[in-house]
């Protein structure tokens, strides 16, 4: 009895490992990362001046500083890299869609510019050119390409933009890839850092009344009323932006404000009338005093 349930045992002891191996889950790169970087994050720095004398490299493989990319126009930062196998293609195509929401005539290259610098020091500028390729003709506006760029970069300026921003990235040497936040940063047209969005939807959730979006908004906010339309300056004074929810709520202030004008403009307005009807009446009871009597001779 005893041997044989020793030969029992070891018959199934080698099918023991392999069943576990053919029901254990294979791990996919990315997964398994159950513990959060902290270095991983955002940290705002509204406010903060760009360093815009950086140098890059364009997609034409020509050398360009910040500066000139901005150009003078509200600006919308993206830090990406090109080889992204998810992140990064998710914010870019989040960010187009975005744009393409815009109306006829506040387009990238003439309203604003849009700058998208890879962290990754590896990357060329000839994988640059393809994704502006590739994402000018998913954007589908003319002139976008004069004021839509992508950048690469030698590790330093990488690391100055970066830390400028508030960006926090690692590489992780087992995937193979960087862990990086996901968002967008709008710059104004001197280079100062005004908003900024996380995710990888800029739009939608983001709305305000009237079909303005809080990404257009804050285009036209940061520009200092050089764009947009004169709704959206007039939304500009009644709406303040929110820096726990990133969207534009109703300015209470300026309600409560407002109200107290209107109270008094109202409470006045009703003195005048009461003092105009005063004197009116006054005016006709004393013409009626004054009126001679029927039959009354001189």
Known sequence: MTRRLLLAVALLAPAAPRAAAQGAPTQQPGEGRSVP????KI????????PLGLVFRNERNEEVTLGQCVNGKPTILVLAYY?????CTDVLNGLVE?????????????????VVVSFDPKET?????????????EYGRPGAENGWFFLTGRREPIRELTEAVGFGF????????????SGVTVVTPSGTIARYFYGIKYDGNYRVPGGTTTLRLSLVEASEGKTGSLLDRLILRCYRFDYQSHKYTPNVMLAVRAAGVLTV??????????????RRTAAARAG??????EGATC
């Open 288 to 293: 009626g005093s004054a009126k001679p009597e």
């Open 37 to 40: 970087n902290p270095e991983v």
């Open 98 to 114: 975005a744009l393409r929401l815009f109306p006829p005539g506040f387009d990238a290259g003439t309203a604003f510019n849009v």
């Open 170 to 181: 690692t590489y992780d040497r087992v995937f193979k890839e960087y862990d990086h936040p």
């Open 265 to 278: 403009l109202t409470l006045a307005a009703a003195v005048v009338f009461f003092k105009v009807r005063e």
């Open 83 to 87: 080889r992204c196998p998810m992140n």
């Open 43 to 50: 940290d705002e720095h509204v406010g903060a001046q760009l």
């Open 125 to 137: 500028p000839s994988l640059a050119a393809d994704k502006k390729k590739f994402y000018l003709a």
